[in-house]
């Protein structure tokens, strides 16, 4: 089965720094184009970040832009998202997830338990 | 930026209803639409791609339909698992992909 396995978050203070690790598992993670995207307490989802399969190409939402760095290491099959001043706002739990992209679509599938990222003094 | 709304925030249903949801688009993402379910506590679940093709494993009780700006996913007979939050997703245009704000299916 599938697995994808977040790990990292935690109780931060505005303005530091976090890293997110991802860990995939009985996929084939080179061929996957993979994403963060989080959601705050008691809200909807919003995508955070992409990356291509080979690490080549990488999209940022403008909320993190300059911030979050979201790399790959496919010989390790693991993704990670460095966030860097932080704010309260970016609080909220972080789940990766693979991206199906045949035929035009770009869905997310599979997706990871998430992980916890609390922003506050 | 695509901008998506859904609509209700909140539906109450019985078991064994139907239950309709709506997702509008504010531009039109042509049939690149797809929905998820979310439980407390769990990830997002892909049922719905194309606007209307049901995922591996979802229930046919799950109908997707619309295009352009417009869509709605029904649950013909709600089940008890079903009661959960429901987002769009269009993959139109990208970056970004956008969702909707989620519907709540509550029981009645």
């Known amino acids: 089965e599938v697995q994808l396995v977040e790990s990292g978050g935690g109780l931060v203070q505005p303005g530091g720094s976090l890293r997110l690790s991802c860990a995939a598992s009985?996929?084939?993670?080179?061929?996957?184009?993979m994403n963060w995207v989080r959601q705050a307490p008691g809200k909807g989802l919003e995508w955070v970040s992409y990356?291509?399969?080979?690490?080549?190409?990488?999209y940022y939402a403008d909320s993190v832009k300059g911030r979050f760095t979201i790399s790959r290491d496919n010989a390790k099959n693991s993704l990670s998202l460095q966030m860097n001043s932080l704010r309260a706002e970016d609080t909220a739990v972080y789940f990766c997830?693979?991206?199906?992209?045949?035929?035009?679509?770009?869905?997310?599938?599979?997706w990871g338990q998430g992980t916890l990222v609390t922003v506050s003094s | 930026e695509i901008v998506m709304t859904q609509s209700p925030a909140t539906l109450s249903v019985s078991p064994g209803e139907r239950a309709t949801l709506s997702c509008r688009a504010s531009?039109?993402?042509?049939?690149?639409l797809a929905w998820y379910q979310q439980k407390p506590g769990q990830a997002p679940r892909l049922l719905i791609y194309?606007?209307?093709t049901r995922a591996t494993g979802i229930p046919a009780r799950f109908s997707g339909s619309g295009s352009g700006t417009e869509f709605t996913l029904t649950i013909s007979s709600l089940q008890s698992e079903d009661f959960a939050v429901y987002y769009c997703?269009?993959?139109?245009?990208?970056?970004?992909?956008?969702f909707g704000g989620g519907t709540k299916v509550e029981i009645k």
């Open positions: 009985e996929f084939t993670f080179s061929n996957y184009e």
């Open positions: 194309g606007a209307s």
């Open positions: 990356i291509s399969g080979s690490g080549g190409t990488k």
């Open positions: 997830a693979g991206l199906r992209s045949s035929y035009g679509s770009a869905l997310f599938d599979p």
């Open positions: 997703q269009q993959y139109y245009i990208w970056p970004p992909l956008t």
């Open positions: 531009q039109s993402v042509s049939s690149n």
